[in-house]
């Protein structure tokens, strides 16, 4: 069975909250990013704190090591459980992430692959499976590999083994299904087909049937 995730892409409060409380129940944690922060602002973690759903900052933290620190510091202290980092900033940075969320008694996931088209220009391959090794190295909780493309998922899961977690993007409006890759990861993460969906909690019953 893989966990399910919500990849919270609205804007403003007061939809997000109306979002997440609807799916109470349902959800295994709630991934929130630049447009739900940037519009409602960092406090809105302790809003969706309510609907008893653990929180990941998925700000794909890209910076210098000591930057990541203090991006850990807020993230964490707002409430957070985990944080999603880029892996391609090297070792060193992405080892502050890390260490900031372990530091926090919260969980850090390196990006290895993501799950849009422009992916293969750089966030694939060889480049990717660098980036695997290197968030295991680093003692990351887990990486963000693509269901949109699972042979590549089951490739950098052999990379990390078992003891880390798969989390995996692209179902629904990229066009996966969990079925295509639930077998690889641990976690599946849905947008649009759940938020903007007529009754979003219903939704997301269904999804969550369907990572079983």
Known sequence: MAELLLALDVKGSDEAVRVANSCEGELDAIKIGYPLVLSAGLGIVKEL???NIPVIADFKVADIPNTNTLICDE?????CSGIITHAFCG???LTAVVDGAHDYGGIALAVCEMSHPGALDFLTGANA???AKMAKDAG????IAPATRPERTAILRNIIGNTMKIYSPGVGAQGAQPEDVKKYVDGI???RAIYQAADPGKAAHNFR???L
């Open 91 to 93: 070792s060193d940075s």
């Open 49 to 51: 704190a309510k609907a």
């Open 129 to 131: 499976e660098i980036m």
């Open 189 to 191: 993460i849905v947008g």
């Open 75 to 79: 993230v964490f202290a707002a409430g």
């Open 209 to 211: 049937v369907r990572c």
């Open 140 to 143: 990351a909780d887990g990486i």
